[in-house]
């Protein structure tokens, strides 16, 4: 650990340095709390760092895994790679991992190889997606890491102790330069390195865990950064937005958007970091019942997530536990049942009478169906303050909707739809007829 530290640290400001001369620099723009350039490298002092301290001790074996993780996030610092070709590099670097023996489960099934590969490169996307303020990457890093250590030299296991502590002195050497306000940032070259040996050591230890809630200790240990990347991913696809695209929503963002300064946010993760690597550490050595400690840490994730309030989690809450799921149910049933009876109207009188029996359910205030001279009327609702909708049936009338507001419309635009594609072919239908009907003056007016 001590020449991991020794290294980074001498080698940080050379790096930074020689960044600078090759224009590899984090540029400033609206995304950004920096207001100059900073050198985006850093990751390469991490590297060497950990390459110097793991030879040192002729611990060759997972070093080729291990250039392939920093080389495809050297490759992404200088020339932005795309997201399938970076992650095509982790997967490479997992496999050579799985190649040195670093799999989930041991090698004797054979899904054990592409498990491993989702939590590596899960592991490598995860520190890069929370590397987004200054010194949290590295913070977190050094928690998991201790925690690991911790536990290596609790249960004797010096083979996860050996490929822990290089990894801990070297972030801790990088983080004097990192810590806000940062002179150098690792980078992706940092972040993909420093993601893919935490999901390694987590593999490692969890191997040494005898109970099955022991195995969990390395996910507790790495929980920031992994609820971190789930919250992204489900909340872009709430959003029905790429997982690769960038926004606001991470959890430094959020922390940020509620007014601490971002000294104090790294603050925070080091002590959420602290106080889960903790919880990590009893779980993984038996020392305390397994219940208590896991209880604690659903407690932890909730409270969280009820801090950092949401608006897509909290819409999801509504849609459950608001009855707006059970009104869009039956908006939906109610459009299916007036599509079906849309098909057997076999008159204007028919396919009004089923948009009248159903209109209640989807949520209209009143309905106004103006076709070949003919006008059709039904009020659902009370009067009162009401928004409209028109919609045209394809030139040979219109449909006039009203709807109250805060009622709860749900059902307003999958019927809009549904005029347009049950009842506007069956109006074309029934033309004939209805010409018929306008030319032989019986085009009256009927109000129901």
């Not at 690991?148 to 290089?166: D, E």
């Not at 400690?293 to 801090?307: E, H, K, N, Q, S």
């Not at 909708?389 to 749900?410: C, I, Q, W």
Request: proline content about 4%.
């Amino acid at each position: 650990m001590a020449l991991a530290f020794l290294v980074t640290l001498l080698l940080t400001p050379a790096c930074r340095v020689a960044c600078q001369r090759f224009g590899w620099v984090d540029q400033p723009g609206a995304r950004k709390l920096h207001q100059r350039p900073i050198p985006r490298a850093g990751g390469i002092a991490i590297f060497l760092g950990y390459a110097v301290a793991i030879c040192a001790r002729h611990e060759w074996t997972i070093l080729p895994a291990v250039c392939a993780a920093f080389g495809t996030g050297m490759l992404d610092d200088i020339v932005n790679l795309k997201p399938r070709t970076k992650i095509a590099g982790q997967v490479l670097a997992a496999l050579l991992a799985c190649g040195a023996g670093v799999q989930i489960g041991g090698a004797d099934v054979w899904w054990h190889i592409p498990l491993t590969i989702i939590w590596l490169v899960g592991c490598a996307n995860a520190v890069n997606l929370i590397d987004g303020l200054d010194g949290v990457a590295a913070g977190i890093g050094i928690c998991a890491c201790g925690a690991a250590l911790g536990s290596a030299l609790i249960g004797g296991n010096s083979a996860l102790a050996l490929v822990t502590a290089p990894l801990l002195g070297a972030l801790l050497g990088f983080l004097i330069y990192n810590f806000s306000p940062a002179s150098i940032f690792m980078g992706d070259c940092g972040s993909n390195t420093v993601g893919f040996l935490l999901g390694c050591i987590a593999i490692l230890w969890a191997r040494t865990c005898a109970s099955a809630a022991g195995m969990a200790a390395p996910v507790i240990a790495l929980a920031v950064p992994i609820l971190d990347t789930a919250l992204t991913i489900v909340r872009r696809f709430l959003r029905k937005e790429s997982i690769f695209a960038a926004d606001r929503g991470h959890i430094h963002h959020r922390l940020l958007a509620r007014g601490f300064a971002p000294r104090r946010v790294a603050w925070i993760f080091y002590t959420s970091g602290g106080f889960l690597g903790c919880l990590a550490i009893l779980l993984a050595g038996g020392i305390y019942r397994s219940a208590p400690l896991l209880a604690a840490f659903g407690i932890a994730i909730w409270l969280a997530l009820r801090y950092l309030r949401y608006d897509e989690f909290d819409s999801v809450g509504r849609v459950f536990f608001k009855g707006v799921l059970r009104d869009l149910l039956s908006a939906q049933l109610a459009v299916r049942e007036l599509e079906a009876a849309m098909r057997r109207a076999q008159s204007i009188e028919e396919c009004w009478m089923a948009v009248e029996s159903h209109g209640s359910r989807l949520g209209l205030a009143r309905a106004t169906m103006q076709i070949y001279g003919r006008t059709f009327a039904a009020e659902f609702r009370e009067p009162g303050e009401r928004w409209s909708l028109r919609v045209p049936l394809n030139g040979g009338g219109v449909m006039d909707l009203e709807v109250p507001f805060g009622a709860g419309s749900t059902g307003v635009a999958a019927f809009a739809d549904c005029l347009r594609t049950s009842m506007v072919p069956k109006l074309e239908s029934l033309r004939p007829q209805l010409a018929f009907a306008a030319t032989a003056g019986r085009g009256s007016t009927l109000l129901r």
